[in-house]
Nanobody
Framework: QVQLVESGGGLVQAGGSLRLSCAAS????????MGWFRQAPGKEREFVAA????????LYTDSVKGRFTISRDNAKNTVYLQMNSLKPEDTAVYFC?????????????????WGQGTQVTVSS
């Protein structure tokens, strides 16, 4: 089994920064794409960012391009999401997920394992 544990969420003012971490345990994740998704109250879960397992290529949703950066450390089985210039509309529970495949995807159906989520709240 694979377990994903997110950390780093919290309350921050608009314009501030947070860094989320997702630590994986169990089966190795180094050959799988990793992604971040988020879900705001009353809304569906939406894709935020993903990173390829091998060439570390990345994919972002338009609303976070230039503000968020996804990265991974395969040796530590950890993926990160650096979030800068945060906006109130970024408020959500953020989930990390491990893909079935190595390539990046924005489709949640391409992800096999999910963490429990970490709350990010951005005040105006």
């Amino acid at each position: 089994q694979v377990q994903l544990v997110e950390s780093g969420g919290g309350l921050v003012q608009a314009g501030g920064s947070l860094r989320l971490s997702c630590a994986a345990s169990g089966r190795t994740f180094s050959r799988s794409a990793m992604g971040w998704f988020r879900q705001a109250p009353g809304k569906e879960r939406e894709f935020v960012a993903a990173i390829n397992w091998g060439n570390y290529s990345t994919l972002y949703t338009d609303s976070v391009k230039g503000r968020f950066t996804i990265s991974r450390d395969n040796a530590k089985n950890t993926v990160y999401l650096q979030m800068n210039s945060l906006k109130p509309e970024d408020t959500a529970v953020y989930f990390c997920a491990r893909g079935y495949y190595g390539g990046t995807s924005s489709n949640p159906r391409d992800y096999e394992y999910w963490g429990q989520g970490t709350q990010v709240t951005v005040s105006s």
